[in-house]
């Protein structure tokens, strides 16, 4: 996943903006949407399209500019932009590093972008997926307000990314830990996969979501799939461990399935609510 790209070119915040928390295995970031604009990265990503060498999933994730005075028109012009390039886009409206940026996940400000943006995707890439990126500091009422915004047939998205990097501090042990921004990896995990679970619920699964967030090991995307992801991502585990912890997770994730005797990986997909029902209806 490309991004977040916006319009203009932007510097992003001040260095330094990105700090290592190795004792409690996080990361706290402050980039604030640091892009080299619309045009230098769609000529890169057509570069990389025309070798045939990209063997994979190109996901491309949309920011507005910080001084922008238009964040529905920055989102469009994404949209109309790398339509053509993109498997799937991303509308981020959850970075805390961009002022003003979280309100847009508001029920009328986020059913307004949606429908905007979705009707310029219809126009120009019909077939290409669009997914909302939110954040894991939402109240019950915001999750219930966006949940019913995405399954709105005026405002339907194709997938949901849970979660973004959260502001909260609780329990760390780093120095870094009083600098400003957004934090990922394990000191994260536990709230994602409990937003991943709560959304699942409130769009009766119906919404696609990517779980991220924390995730390390088999056993970590294990909890992600069965709270309701149907995909995974990561970021900060890369800085621990290193690009074989993919192989890992695959590795050991393998496992899991065979040791609980499932046969595909879509049969965990909100296992633990499923369980949970079944479980309330032996007891009664």
């Known amino acids: 996943e490309v991004g977040s790209v916006t319009p203009l070119p932007q510097d992003g915040n001040p260095k330094p903006r990105v700090f290592r928390l190795s004792e409690d295995e996080g990361v706290i970031n402050r980039y604030g949407f640091n892009s080299d604009g619309h045009e230098v990265v769609h000529e890169r990503i057509k570069l990389l399209r025309a070798t045939n060498n990209l063997k994979t999933v190109l996901g491309i994730n949309l920011g507005k500019n910080k001084t922008s005075a238009d964040a529905i028109g920055d989102y469009v012009l994404g949209v109309e932009r790398f339509g053509d390039l993109a498997d799937y886009l991303v509308i981020n409206v959850s970075s805390p590093n961009t002022p003003g940026l979280r309100s847009l996940q508001g029920k009328e400000n986020l059913s307004n972008l949606i429908q905007e943006v979705v009707k310029h995707r219809d126009i120009k890439c019909p077939k290409v997926p669009l997914l909302v990126k939110i954040a894991p500091d939402l109240t019950s009422q915001d999750k219930e307000d966006i949940a019913s915004t995405v399954l709105d047939s005026k405002s339907r998205v194709?997938?949901?990314?849970?979660?973004?990097?959260t502001v909260s501090r609780e329990g760390l042990e780093s120095k870094h830990s009083v600098e400003t921004g957004g934090l990922s990896g394990k000191p994260l995990r536990e709230k994602s996969t409990q937003t991943i679970a709560d959304m699942y619920l409130l769009?009766?699964?119906?919404i696609p979501i990517i779980g991220v967030g924390g995730v390390g090991s088999g056993q970590d995307a294990y909890e992600k799939i069965c709270a309701g992801a149907s995909?995974?991502?990561?970021?900060?585990?890369?800085v621990f461990q290193g690009p074989p912890v993919v192989t890992k997770i695959r590795r050991e994730?393998?496992?899991?399935l065979e040791k609980e005797g499932i046969s595909n990986i879509s049969q965990a997909v909100g296992l633990s609510h499923k369980n949970k029902t079944r479980n309330e209806n032996s007891a009664t």
């Open 253 to 256: 994730l393998q496992e899991i």
């Open 203 to 206: 769009t009766n699964g119906e």
């Open 158 to 165: 194709d997938g949901l990314i849970v979660s973004n990097t």
């Open 231 to 238: 995909l995974i991502q990561l970021y900060s585990a890369l």
